[in-house]
């Protein structure tokens, strides 16, 4: 299969993940320790934002929103899950570096998968501008070029119109209803399944990447 040299590009040194990718308006690096402060604001602030489309919380587990160290140990285990190449996380910065969400590239499967799955989420004042959608298309430029995956899924509670907007501007294909798939918020959650390919990359990149980059 033909890969097509497309903005944008990423840092790399030997064959490591990159420091940073970027587009027209975000970059993407992962998070680390000092990210604590700005990280644990933008949380804080979008905690009834967030938390009802996310797994609950472990009672007796420290809070990483409101605990450096929680956070440290957070950075810590992602970056370690990243050197094995089982997760690629990110943090979203606009306007010279200011935090603003997450896009994660996450159950990366090789062999004969070669599959992955992304979650993201976005700070609700910053809702509406595009940035995810742009993230987006910079994490699927890294995945199937640099990480050359086969296929990536995005599963999201039906009712989240927010999420399934994003799908929608992207023009992702729905692939219908996973039944019971997670828990979420302590609930077991119907999920919208989307999917996108390789194949798909190749014959829609350019495009993707001149409308949002």
């Known amino acids: 299969m033909t890969r097509h040299p497309m903005r944008p590009t990423s840092l790399r040194s030997s064959g490591a993940p990159p420091a940073a990718i970027s587009g027209r308006r975000i970059v993407l690096r992962q998070l680390v320790a000092s990210d604590f402060d700005a990280w644990s604001e933008v949380r804080q602030r979008n905690d009834a934002w967030l938390t009802k489309w996310e797994p ?10 409101v605990d450096r160290s929680a956070f ?25 570096g200011r935090f603003v969400g997450e896009l994660n590239i996450n159950h990366v499967n090789r062999g004969a998968l070669q599959t992955a799955t992304l979650g993201y989420w976005i700070d609700e004042a910053q809702a509406g501008r595009g940035l995810v959608v742009e993230a ?21 509670v039906p009712r989240n119109h927010n999420s399934r907007r994003v799908m929608e501007k992207l023009q992702i294909r ?3 209803i996973a039944q019971r798939f997670l828990e979420i918020n302590g609930t077991r959650e119907d999920h919208v399944r989307y999917g996108f390919t390789d194949v798909e ?11 949002w980059l």
């Open 72 to 96: 440290a140990s957070r950075c810590t285990t992602r970056e370690r899950e990243r050197t094995a190449g089982l997760t690629y996380p990110f943090g979203v910065f606009v306007d010279g």
């Open 136 to 156: 987006i298309v910079v994490v699927f430029k890294f995945a199937f070029d640099d990480l050359s995956l086969s296929r990536l899924e995005i599963c999201i």
């Open 201 to 211: 990359w190749v014959e829609r990149g350019a495009d993707l990447i001149s409308e």
């Open 56 to 65: 609950m919380r472990h009672a007796g587990v420290a809070d990483p929103t």
């Open 174 to 176: 729905e692939e219908g």
